[in-house]
């Protein structure tokens, strides 16, 4: 089993950055592609950016492109998220994500594909 923790979220004005880090323990996931995805309240769960085993390959969703960053460091077990110039409209909650069966190619956006997930961490952007 993977167990993946969130943290690094919080309060920040319009225009801000925060960084999210996602630590996973119970195996390793250097082998995964990892995901990021958030949920809005009242809104359903969407995809926000994915990374390939190695960090070669990243996808982010139109909504992100140009401000998030997704990366990893297998050597910690551990995957980011650097948002910049952060929008009201960013404000969820943040779920990181394991893709155990993806054999390559580009990064899966579909939540049903992922097979671990974390708690979450709330981002809460001010206007």
């Known amino acids: 089993q993977v167990q993946l923790v969130e943290s690094g979220g919080g309060l920040v004005q319009a225009g801000g950055s925060l960084r999210l880090s996602c630590a996973a323990s119970g195996r390793t996931v250097s082998s995964y592609a990892m995901g990021w995805f958030r949920q809005a309240p009242g809104k359903e769960r969407e995809f926000v950016a994915a990374i390939s085993w190695s960090g070669g390959s990243t996808y982010q969703s139109d909504s992100v492109k140009g401000r998030f960053t997704i990366s990893r460091d297998n050597a910690k077990n551990t995957v980011y998220l650097q948002m910049n110039s952060l929008k009201p409209e960013d404000t969820a909650v943040y779920y990181c994500?394991?893709?155990?069966?993806?054999?390559?190619?580009?990064?899966?956006?579909?939540?049903?594909?992922?097979?671990?997930w974390g708690q979450g961490a709330q981002v809460t952007v001010s206007s």
């Open positions: 994500a394991a893709d155990r069966r993806w054999i390559g190619g580009v990064p899966r956006r579909e939540i049903y594909e992922y097979d671990y």
